[in-house]
């Protein structure tokens, strides 16, 4: 590459030079190329110690003046490809020119306005570069790809110093962190380090501090532990790796779903500064970090931050925190995390004013909102640009009243009646506030489709008065006021001060009337139904009447959602549930439906109406419990082990009798998908849900850890899992809400009881006292911490599952080892994934579907199985590999869906890794055969077949037999043919006779061939024709190129193929005798059709091997220069005499093939005169047999069976041991391990030096 040119004092140091003229020197560095010795050593250890552009660019031009000490860098290069290229444009373009000045400064400059004109030419359609210096991360980048040979897909996001820990010794060297793997380089007086692995494949990533490895960064695999230390900014590497470790195990859950979340640029923008990539991670976690804190949209993106105070009426104080603006909101938390946060969805901004600063209040600023409330921010430190960044965002939010008005976002006045009164059509019992259940939209679509437009508890609830209620009456009507008294001081409503004292209330539980507004404000709810009016109307009538896996579930679960609850004893509560779990169902696939759904949507169903359920659910699934409700549990099994290591820290003696028990899997599961409600009478189970929709996860682990302590006597005591259970569930059953106002609803939780104490009863509000006043020092930031530890943890165990369970569908008798089949699913399984990330097309990812079984999870496609067959088979052809790949793919593809599975591949590999000669030569006899020929090959066979199959009716009788006459029709004597044809007719017959009812003994017979063809003889392989035979031939010959034993093996096959071509001739004349009126019939349809044209321009490209048989049969090959040629035929001629066959036949082969006693000679119809050389001996001398054909095409009536095939190879030592040999296929998985990444940028010319 070009570079801007740089003074270089001392050219000579560490450098030398290899061309040079008056005006340039070419330099290559010490230690790079052919030897270097001692100097080399320590050139290489100072560049990569000092991360030198050298060990990128080992090459250099430097421009110099005779009279001048003083050198500049024109230009680098990483080959001697490269450098030479630049040299010769220097050479032929500059030299001339500068000759003709006379002022060596006047070159110079000359030189330097040329470079950088150059370089202004390259870069002119590159895109403004950030802020970092482009150039060092380019050479960062191309120092990685050289080094770890990555393709140009990967991209890298960026690199630091440090020290790897090999034993007890650091290696200093550099780590980079690329999209898809971790990689580590150091090279210290010619020791190397060179390590590279998957973020995929790490199962624990963790910043520690141990006295052997201080402040060290501990990576772990399946097989190795990694220690890096002596980082510059530990705390900024670890946050990345974490990033990039999160950014895979995402990958592996759900591969549709990462591709459409992913952040970060695609591979096809190559002008992208590198760099950005880093900066696109850093706003992916500030974006997920807001949307948690304020319970956002999955959508909604952070436009930015500042520090500022907000005025805060109820206490008037100025309280100091942060204000985040984002595309539909503007959101407020204190520096102390209770004393307040704010929400203002910008639809609900009228006015954002600039007020008079002044020294108590400098740089304030007043945000009006249409419920009347004034928001006072100040001391933001760049207020005119804030307001326009507001602004800009106003203009671009729609803005919606009821009845349908757009109102403009330059109003100052808006009609109180927006946020007070209801729609007029709403039958409503609910306060009027913003979430009142009901807008003109929803009313509208009522009449279309039937739904539950309020709770179903105000429905099937008996409203008696308060007064009625006694003291529970007195007690939620006192609750009912606070709350109101709440929302006078802090706000009612989206925009609501959220306070310590906004907990308190919510802890005291509450009240019913209230819950369902407070649930939709507190998860977000609230603000996804405003901005999608309609969208679950539009969503049910989609779905209505569709059928689905998750429909069916569905329909099965309903019935079993709270039966105890009246609301769910009738049709209508029970057709809400369908509806909305139906409509969710549909809008996200990927989770469709999951037992657990249905109690906790019931639930949600009492309190608000069907669309405020449906978004609940929504804010449930998608944000608040992340992959809770996936096929694999995902979520809830990280949540579980989240809480094992919280038992392990606060209740340490339990832990360990926990374990020992198993119980915590078993419970936790249950308790953590319901949120309780399974597991504890409802009325109590309801005000944990309270705590949950305002605190997150944290309070199911606070109240969890609770019940724990609370049983820790009874639990130390049990002796097995099932009494631990029953003291667990025992106590669950008796925790009650005595100020539930509601009639108590029988919990059809069995009732446990043990001896005759009667049950203790625990009140739900002291049980969240307790587990406040215990375990609150459980913050939401390290609980995303240890979710992020258990879920590399959860995935890996999952992957490790789906990886015995794939290993155990494959049969006992494939001939590979447990340990092999592992191993080879990992090399499979990282070949899907590679398509994923190095930018094969979207189709890739939807071929995962983590709700198949495990066994068709991954799948792979032609291009990428051709690159694993040629890693792995034992089978090399040389360039005929992929020929014999993409053949060796369609006999695996049985579905013909071009994608194939692990057992599929397994199988194959096994044919040519196990088995006796036998059966190996049988899967290449297939490989030569339909359908593992190319389809224009099959079609013209089955153009054949139509011949003998017009007249017959069931095709299913005669498919294996047409196959058979397409191949070599003539060969099958009449009575065969008859016979056939009257099985056909007796199937047509009873197909005509059992036309009112399915004849079932047709399926049984069909069914039974099916199971027969798992038992295949070499009687049941149909016949070769010639055309095949040659495409065999050609095949063995090149996989013989590369054999120790290759001379002695090119003899044996030629020998063998010699005699095979007059085994053939001698079938034909018989058959040609034996069944002449069927062929004199066929003989039109028999003629093969002329090859296409793109097959003859493959065949040109690729050149044919030593005494290739095809060669001779297609005139239009060049055989003359292809070496061994002339002399195959002689070979064969002299192996064998003229007499009698060398090897006993079968008497089936005798009666089908050698009925004659002696040989017929080889016909030119195979072998073509015209295109053989001129020392080539025709066996036998009859060159001019009556039987002569003319012109090029291959001879159709030949034809050869397996057995002949087989027979023939047998006379051959050196074939059998060939084929008998064996290969250690965990060597070559152990190569492809490392050759997987190299087929991007080595060096052009050269290996690369001691110095790397």
């Known amino acids: 590459m070009w570079l801007s040119p740089e003074e270089v004092l001392v050219a000579n140091a560490l450098w030398v030079t290899e061309r040079a003229n008056p005006f340039f020197v070419l330099q290559r560095r010490r230690g790079h190329g052919k030897g270097g010795g001692l100097t080399g050593l320590l050139v290489g250890t100072l560049d990569v110690v000092l991360d030198s552009s050298a060990r990128v660019a080992p090459y250099r031009i430097l421009h110099q003046t005779q009279d001048s000490q003083i050198y500049w860098t024109v230009a680098s290069g990483s080959s001697r490809k490269e450098i030479t290229k630049h040299w010769e444009w220097l050479e032929n373009n500059l030299l001339q020119t500068l000759s003709i000045f006379d002022s060596e400064e006047d070159i110079t400059t000359f030189v330097k306005g040329k470079i950088h004109g150059i370089i202004a030419e390259e870069n002119k359609n590159l895109q403004p570069q950030g802020d970092e210096d482009p150039g060092k991360f380019k050479e960062a980048e191309l120092k990685m790809r050289k080094q770890f040979g990555m393709p140009e897909g990967e991209k890298l996001v960026n690199y630091y110093s440090c020290s790897y820990w090999k034993g007890r010794v650091p290696r200093q060297g550099w780590l980079y962190l690329t999209v898809n793997h971790l990689c580590f380089y150091s090279f210290l007086l010619g020791k190397e380090v060179n390590l590279v692995v998957q973020w995929v494949d790490i199962t624990h990533l963790e910043k520690n501090a141990t006295l052997l490895f201080p402040e060290s960064i501990h990576v772990e695999t399946r097989d190795q532990e990694l220690f890096f230390s002596m980082f510059l900014n530990i705390g900024e590497t670890f946050k990345l790796m974490e990033q990039l470790a999160n950014l895979a195990m995402r990958q592996l859950l759900d591969s549709e779903g990462f591709l459409e979340d992913k952040a ?188 539950a437009s309020q709770g179903l508890l105000k429905l099937f609830q008996k409203n008696s008065p308060m007064e009625d209620l006694g003291a529970k009456g007195a007690k939620e009507k006192m609750k009912e006021e606070s709350w109101h008294i709440h929302f006078f001081e802090y706000g009612r409503g989206v925009c609501m001060y959220r306070t310590a004292k906004t907990r308190a209330l919510v802890l005291k539980g509450i009240p019913e009337s209230l819950r369902g507004e407070l649930w939709l404000l507190f998860s977000g709810a609230w603000n996804e139904m405003e901005t999608h009016p309609g969208y679950y109307t539009e969503l049910v009538e989609k779905s209505t009447g569709k059928y689905s896996l998750a429909t069916e579930e569905i329909e099965r679960d309903l019935h079993r959602s709270m039966p105890e609850h009246p609301a769910f004893q009738n049709e209508l509560g029970i057709a809400a549930l369908r509806r909305v779990l139906t409509a969710y169902a549909f809008r996200n696939p990927t989770i469709g439906y999951c037992q657990a759904m249905n109690i906790v949507t019931s639930v949600l169903l009492l309190y608000g109406s069907e669309e405020e359920a449906f978004w609940l659910l929504v804010a449930l699934c998608e944000r608040m419990l992340p992959d809770y409700y996936n096929t694999r549990v995902v979520g809830a099994l990280v949540d579980q082990g989240i809480f094992e290591e919280l038992t392990r820290d606060f209740l340490p003696q339990l832990s360990e009798k926990m374990q020992d028990l198993g119980v915590i899997s078993s419970i936790s599961l249950s308790w953590f998908l319901t949120l309780f409600l399974s597991v504890m009478p409802f009325e109590s189970a309801v005000v944990i849900v309270d705590c949950f929709f305002y605190e997150g996860i944290k309070v199911i682990l606070q109240v969890a850890l609770a019940i724990l302590d609370a049983n820790m006597e009874q639990l130390l005591g049990c002796s097995d899992e099932g009494e631990a259970m029953t003291v667990l569930g025992r106590y669950l059953d008796n925790v009650v809400n005595k100020q539930s106002v509601s009639p108590p609803i029988p919990h059809l939780h069995a009732l446990l009881t043990s001896g005759d104490d009667p049950p203790v009863e625990v009140d739900i509000f002291e049980l969240l006292k307790v587990s406040y006043e215990k375990f609150s020092s459980l913050r939401a930031e390290d609980i995303e911490q240890m979710r992020f530890k258990q879920r590399l943890k959860v995935i890996q165990s999952l992957e490790d599952t789906a990886k015995r369970s794939v290993v155990r569908a494959i049969p006992v008798d494939i001939g590979f080892s447990i340990e092999e089949l592992e191993d080879l699913y990992m090399v499979f399984k990282a070949k899907h994934l590679a398509s994923q990330y190095w930018g094969y097309s979207r189709m890739v990812a939807s071929r995962r579907d983590p709700s198949l079984p495990y066994l068709e999870q991954y799948r792979i496609d032609a291009s990428q199985f051709q690159e694993l067959f040629a890693s792995l088979t034992p089978w090399a052809c040389g360039s005929h590999t992929p020929v014999l790949a993409g053949r060796m793919f369609r006999l695996l593809d049985k579905n013909k869906d071009l994608l194939i599975n692990f057992k599929e591949f397994v199988m194959g590999m096994s044919g040519m890794y196990h088995g006796d000669l036998t059966e190996k030569l049988k899967v290449l006899y297939k490989l030569h055969l339909p359908p593992a020929l190319s389809p224009e090959e099959a079609e013209s066979a089955l153009e054949a077949a139509h011949y003998f199959t017009e007249n017959s009716s069931s095709e299913a009788e005669c498919s294996s037999c047409s196959v058979y006459f397409s191949i070599c029709p003539e060969a099958v004597p009449q009575e065969e043919q008859e016979g056939s044809g009257s099985e056909d007719v007796q199937e047509k017959r009873g197909e005509e006779k059992g036309t009112s009812s399915p004849d079932y ?215 059998v041991n060939f084929f008998e040999k064996r290969v250690d296929i965990a060597l070559k998985i152990k190569d492809q391990k490392k050759v997987e990444r190299q087929f991007s940028t080595a060096s052009d010319h050269e290996q690369p030096g001691v110095s790397g």
């Open 264 to 451: 970060l640029p695609r591979p096809i923008r190559p002008h992208r500064n590198i760099s950005a990539l880093k900066r696109d991670l850093d706003a992916r976690a500030k974006n997920e970090c807001y949307r948690a804190t304020f319970r956002l949209p999955r959508d909604e993106r952070l436009d930015g931050h500042t520090s500022c105070t907000l005025w805060t009426p109820f206490n008037k104080l100025h309280i100091p925190g942060q204000m985040f603006i984002s595309n539909n909101y503007i959101c407020f938390a204190s520096k102390e995390e209770d004393a307040c946060h704010l929400i203002i969805p910008l639809r609900e901004v009228t006015i954002v004013e600039k007020a008079d600063s002044s020294s108590v209040l400098p740089s304030p600023l007043s945000i009006s909102t249409k419920s009347k409330m004034t928001f006072l921010f100040a001391n933001l430190k760049d207020r005119d640009f804030l307001v326009q960044r507001i602004s800009d965002f106003l203009q671009k939010t729609p803005s919606k009243q009821p009845g349908g008005i757009v109102g403009s976002r330059k109003a100052s006045v808006v009609d109180p009646s927006t946020e007070s009164s209801p729609a007029p059509q709403e039958v409503s019992e609910q306060p009027a506030s913003p979430a009142s259940p009901l807008n003109s939209h929803q009313s509208f679509c009522v009449q279309e489709v039937p739904t």
């Open 1001 to 1215: 003994r047709h399926y049984l017979r069909m069914w039974a061939k099916e199971k027969e063809v798992q038992k295949e003889t070499i009687k049941d392989l149909p016949k070769m024709n010639q055309e095949q035979f040659i495409e065999l031939c050609k095949t063995l010959y090149n996989m013989f190129s590369e054999d120790p034993m290759e001379q002695d093996l090119y003899h044996a096959i030629a020998t063998v193929a010699s005699l095979l071509l007059r085994i053939g001739e001698v079938g034909k004349k018989f058959s040609a005798r034996t069944v002449r009126k069927p062929r004199d019939c066929a003989t039109e349809e028999d003629e093969p059709p002329a090859p296409e044209p793109h097959q003859d321009t493959a065949r040109e490209h690729q050149p044919p091997a030593a005494g290739d048989p095809q060669a001779k049969a297609g005139g239009h090959m060049h055989l003359g220069k292809v070496p061994h040629e002339s002399q195959v035929v002689v070979e064969a001629g002299s192996g064998e005499g003229e007499g009698s066959p060398s090897q006993p036949l079968s008497d089936d082969e005798t009666k089908d093939d050698m009925s004659m006693s002696s040989y017929s000679v080889v016909s030119t119809g195979s072998l073509q005169c015209e295109d053989l050389a001129d020392d080539t001996v025709l066996v036998g001398g009859e060159a001019c047999s009556p039987t002569v054909r003319t012109g090029g095409t291959v001879d159709t009536d030949w034809c050869i069976s397996f057995e002949q095939i087989l027979a023939s190879i047998l006379t051959e030592s050196v074939l």
